[in-house]
């Protein structure tokens, strides 16, 4: 069975700084992992995904994660947060059979000014 | 390119009504997920519809179903509403292809907030 685990439920870090965002999974198998960021009233933008290529995986707005198979990890990092960045952030395992998403339970993300 | 789109962005509905959610996938992708998003939680798989069939099914009762059309747009449909049918619908496309396998990235539209009196 595959399952993802967001370790934090709410992250505040102050503008400018890094954020960290943290993200355990489990899966039988080489995963494909993904992180999702939602605003308000918005639908899941994917900022990233990791299909067994490169272990540091860039995505958009400055977004990067490190895939570690030796920790079962998938960290979000970004170096400076700036306030656009607050919203709710989704890290997702892909199943096996490809055709379901299991999602986190999500973190979110406060920048203060 | 067209994203994504949902249909209508909000309903509310009472108990033991039936409700039908619309979705049209991106262009270029045939494949087609529906999840709800519970208050406060992650999005929770429904099903998925592949070439107007369903290929697999999450957690949820027989009154949930859809339907795939052959341009690739589908429908959720939600029978006996329940309170705790009171979520966001989130519809995701993806595209399947022919020759290259799969690309299982899926892409999500706005969705649509239900709330069920």
């Known amino acids: 069975a595959q399952s993802v685990t967001q370790l934090d439920s709410h992250v505040s870090v102050s503008e400018g700084t890094p954020v960290l965002l943290r993200c355990n999974y489990s899966?039988?198998?080489?995963?494909?992992l993904f992180w999702y960021v939602q605003h308000p009233n918005k639908g899941l933008q994917l900022l990233l995904k990791?299909?067994?290529?490169?272990?540091l995986v860039k995505g958009i707005n400055g977004f990067e994660a490190e895939f570690k198979k030796s920790e079962t990890s998938f960290h979000l990092t970004k170096p400076s947060a700036h306030m656009s960045d607050a919203a709710e952030y989704f890290c997702v395992v892909r199943s096996n059979t490809g055709n379901q998403f299991y999602f986190g339970t999500g973190t979110s993300l406060t920048v203060i000014p | 390119e067209t994203g994504v789109t949902q249909s209508p962005t909000h309903l509310i509905k009472t108990r033991g009504q039936q409700v039908t959610l619309r979705c049209s996938s991106q262009s270029g992708h045939n494949t087609v997920s529906w999840y709800q998003q519970a208050l406060g939680q992650g999005p929770q798989f429904i099903f998925q519809y592949y070439r107007e069939e369903e290929n697999g099914r999450g957690n949820f009762p027989p009154r949930f179903s859809g339907l795939q059309f052959p341009n690739y747009s589908s429908e959720l449909n939600v029978n006996a509403l329940e309170l705790d049918d009171s979520a966001l619908y989130l519809c995701?496309?993806?595209?399947?292809?022919?020759?290259?396998?799969?690309?299982?990235?899926?892409?999500f539209g706005p969705g649509t907030r239900l709330t069920v009196l």
């Open positions: 995701a496309s993806s595209p399947h292809l022919i020759g290259a396998g799969w690309d299982h990235t899926q892409y």
């Open positions: 899966s039988s198998y080489s995963p494909s």
């Open positions: 990791y299909t067994s290529a490169a272990t």
